[in-house]
């Protein structure tokens, strides 16, 4: 097996997304997205976290509710996006022809 067709799998692709949002497009070579994707992700379970056990001027139950959709909204469209932009697939969804999640 070749070097593509080991790093092309789609599956181990949208595994690792699922486990680590952003990992998947790492592992799929972009770079960029995975590491933009990670820190969104991060910043948003650091937000819920303030929300839920920080001090007390930040505790908000709507908050971190508020939040956690906004995260499930970012990380199952990287573990689509992850399975769709292997090499050897087409565009995936988080790509620049999808404008509602550019909106979103």
Not at 4 to 27: H, K, M
Not at 32 to 51: F, H, N, Q, W
Not at 85 to 98: E, I, Q, T
Request: hydrophobic fraction near 50%; charged fraction near 10%.
């Amino acid at each position: 097996m070749d070097a593509v067709n080991a790093r092309g799998r789609p599956y181990v692709a949208g595994g690792l997304s699922l486990l680590v949002p952003g990992l998947g497009q790492w592992y799929n070579g972009e770079r960029a997205k995975g590491l933009a994707i990670l820190c969104i992700d991060v910043g948003i379970a650091i937000g819920v976290g303030l929300a839920t056990v920080g001090p007390a001027g930040f505790r908000s139950w709507i908050g971190a509710v508020l939040l956690a959709v906004v995260y499930v909204c970012v990380w199952l469209p990287s573990v689509v996006a992850a399975v769709h932009c292997a090499p050897g697939r087409g565009p995936g969804l988080l790509s620049g022809d999808r404008a509602w999640y550019v909106i979103f």
